[in-house]
């Protein structure tokens, strides 16, 4: 194992100090547009856009590392995510923040599924398990640390939109520097939407709930707690107790669901998702304290949803067919998270700050229903395959090729006079 780590410790490196840059800005830039008077609904844009590019961009970079390697590619998408943070200084308006973020969210997916196609093919199958284990650390702690980076400066001034792109330019240096070979080519894989909601219906269902709700929450939660009257270093500590909360119960709750099942566990964690909605609906104005445990609350339980469905449609799949089906799962995810973010500002505007978890709460509360219903028509038992807890959903297959019940192919051998792709 110490082998393996000396192996992918640079690019563990580059990983945190990229994911504390991207936690740091998603938080930013909606407590900067609040700040700045944007409306409501331009906020929740803003974030539509980001999850728009990011799902170009995860479609995308396979092509581009085919064009020009890996190296490449990761430096072409550093520089472009770099002038895109520091241009949202310069042009502080909704249409320019709206293409920004949409080039935000292209060169974040590429950077993600390259750390992480990257640490995969680096890691020996029987020592994967552990090694992804690691990286779930790594995520946690560094999107919290970016939580916190957010109290370093005043948001509505041009230091922390620095401090970004000082990340992302320091993500570079790692893995510029790593001995570790780059790896093969991300490769597409075919989705076939359709057939996934015939076979597991459910599971597709759940996914675009998660989009709606957690799309709105990272787009919204910062303001909510904004407008509530509550200072920077508030803003920070809300979203890090959610973060956290939601890392430490997966594996308590994917372990109920291998013994229990996963239909039930999604009733479950939908129904406490939707009254942890309820409770910061109603008592988040009352005290810090009572949103702060609403926060853990709804981190704990909103965010289990994402990989039960997962494992869901993966109980009902064959081994070759996880990257498939998780990679139709993440689509799904991804327009939940574009069309949720469109939504609950209107409900914010309509009523109160607090009033998007009324949102999420409607929302968690139909899944909780539409479980039922699957529970009570489907016929046959469940049958939980082991249940494999991952980050959140970000790269579209990079990660999940770090799945240790997935067989990666051969790598080919190469011919002499290879071009190298470590320039």
């Not at 505007?349 to 529970?375: D, K, N, Q």
Request: glycine share 10%; net charge positive; charged share 10%.
């Amino acid at each position: 194992m110490r082998t393996v780590l000396g192996s992918v410790g640079t690019l563990l490196l580059s990983a945190a100090i990229l994911l504390a840059g991207g936690g740091l800005l998603a938080t930013l830039v909606a407590v900067r547009a609040d700040g700045e008077g944007f409306p409501l609904e331009a906020i929740g844009l803003l974030t539509s856009g980001y999850y728009a590019g990011f799902m170009a961009g995860c479609l995308a970079t396979p092509f581009l590392v085919k064009r020009v390697g890996h190296v490449r590619v990761f430096a072409a998408l550093s520089a472009l995510t770099a002038a895109a943070v520091l241009f949202h200084v310069i042009a502080i308006n909704v249409p320019v923040w709206f293409v920004l973020r949409i080039l935000t969210g292209f060169a974040f997916a590429g950077l993600y599924m390259l750390i992480e196609s990257w640490i995969n093919e680096q890691t020996p199958n029987e020592q994967r398990g552990q090694v992804l284990s690691i990286y779930r650390m790594v995520d946690l702690g560094a999107v919290t640390a970016g939580q916190f980076m957010l109290t370093l400066a005043d948001p509505q001034g041009f230091v922390l939109f620095s401090v970004v792109a000082i990340c992302v330019c320091l993500a570079i240096f790692p893995i510029s520097l790593s001995t570790s070979k780059a790896p093969m080519a991300v490769t597409t894989t075919s989705l076939n939407i359709k057939k996934l909601l015939k076979t597991v219906p459910l599971a597709g269902v759940g996914c675009f709930a998660v989009g709606l709700a957690n799309g709105s929450f990272w787009a919204l939660a910062p303001v909510f707690v904004r407008q509530l009257g509550h200072p920077v270093v508030v803003i920070s500590l809300f979203m890090s107790i959610a973060i956290a909360t939601g890392a430490l119960l997966q594996w308590p709750v994917g372990f109920l669901s291998d013994k229990f099942g996963r239909r039930k566990l999604i009733i479950a964690m939908s129904a406490l998702a939707a009254g942890a909605g309820y409770f910061l609906w109603h008592y988040s104005p009352q005290s810090v304290m009572l949103m702060l445990v609403g926060g853990a609350l709804y981190g704990g339980f909103g965010m289990q949803l994402y990989g039960l469905s997962a494992a869901h449609a993966n109980d009902h799949a064959e081994p070759h067919e996880f990257v498939s089906i998780s990679g139709g799962l993440l689509l799904i995810y991804g327009i939940g998270s574009i069309i949720g973010p469109s939504l609950a500002p209107f409900v914010m505007s309509a009523f109160e700050p607090s009033a998007m978890f009324a949102f999420t709460g409607v929302v968690h509360a139909m899944l909780m229903l539409y479980a039922l219903y699957r529970r009570v028509q489907h016929d046959g038992p469940e049958k939980p395959k082991r249940f494999v807890s991952m980050p959140r959903p970000r790269s579209m297959m990079a990660i999940l090729r770090a799945d240790p019940r997935v067989k990666r192919p051969k790598k080919p051998k190469k011919t002499k006079g290879a071009e190298l792709d470590n320039l």
